[in-house]
């Protein structure tokens, strides 16, 4: 077939238009803006398994600590044994006792601590078996005496790796690890199971999530390192972005936070190399914004290194 040439000038002009529109338009809703970077094993240990933030400070959890921050992430406050002696020895809580926290969140003064233990129970032949939310006071960093299990009808099986919670609706959150079909809503201030939220479609490996203004945020660990988030009412699932690099990985917990100036970002914690295969471990925190205006220029992230400081 041939065509005319004001018909092909027409097909050039849409192809151009098509191409364009293509290199310009952005590969995910959410664009990562900034990687900062904290290298080695002692950072790892704090910063490794969640973030939360009181308003002003950044508050981390590592697999038995906790850590509140400055803006610079400086530390002001570490707990190295954060949980105590009476969480860890077997109790009504845990048969084999709890040895592992999760990603935490904050609410009106207290850190809401999700933990269960790493050790496999002999009577039901698993590990992450007993999950269970303790409270701590956040500037202290004391528990409180308050622990509550977590008991949704359908199986505890590894649904401890984070806990989220809506102190307005008076509501938490979690799922189980393993290709999650439904959101379990519990009741505060006890933790009550309320009912299940079915999903629109699975979501696999949740390792942190957080509320705002009706969606659950979630950092996912599987195979494409994605941060998605569920709608709290109809259950649409929707993914944001991808933070897979050419290196190993592990994603672990999120936040929200406001700069000085009111701006919002999301912020992602990942256990991975300072460069793909360095072998130079450590955590990046990887802060993402959403696409604010169409015909943005889609600038490269910004890359920072810093090491864990105390703050003098």
Partial sequence: ?????????????????????????????????????FPGPAVSDARGQGVTTDGVHW??????????????????????????????????????????????????GLLYVPLDSSHADAV?????????????????????????????????????????????????????????????????????FRRYLPLSRPIDEAQGGKVRDGWIYLATDGDDKTVQRANLITGTVETLASLRNAGDQEIEGLSFHADANGKLSLN??????????????????????????????YPSHRIVTARMTLAR
Avoid at 148 to 168: C, E, F, K, N, Q
Avoid at 268 to 296: C, F, K, M, N, T
Wanted: contains cysteine; neutral net charge; charged residues 20%.
């Fill in 124 to 192: 039901v032949g698993k590990a992450y078996a007993h999950p269970v939310v303790a409270l701590y006071d956040a500037r202290t960093f004391r528990y409180t005496g308050r622990a509550y299990p977590l008991r949704p009808p359908h199986g505890t099986d590894d649904i401890a790796s984070w806990i989220a919670v809506d102190p307005v609706n008076a509501t938490a959150y979690g799922m189980t690890y393993h290709q999650a079909s439904e959101l379990a809503v519990y009741s505060l201030p006890d933790f009550a």
């Fill in 1 to 37: 077939m041939h065509l005319s040439a004001p018909l092909v000038r027409r097909c050039l002009i849409a192809t151009a238009i098509l191409t364009a529109t293509a290199a310009t338009a952005p590969p995910d809703p959410w664009r990562i803006v900034e990687r900062r970077f």
């Fill in 268 to 297: 992602v914690l990942s256990r991975e190399d300072d460069r793909p295969g360095s072998g130079q471990g450590g955590i990046a925190l990887y802060r993402l914004e959403p696409w604010e205006v169409a015909g943005d220029t």
């Fill in 59 to 108: 508050i981390f959890s590592g697999t038995r600590s906790l850590e509140r921050v400055d803006g610079d992430f400086r530390t002001l406050r570490i707990d190295r044994s954060a949980i105590p002696a009476r969480l860890w020895r077997p109790s009504r809580l845990s048969p084999i006792g709890l040895n592992h926290i999760g990603d935490i969140d904050y609410a009106n």
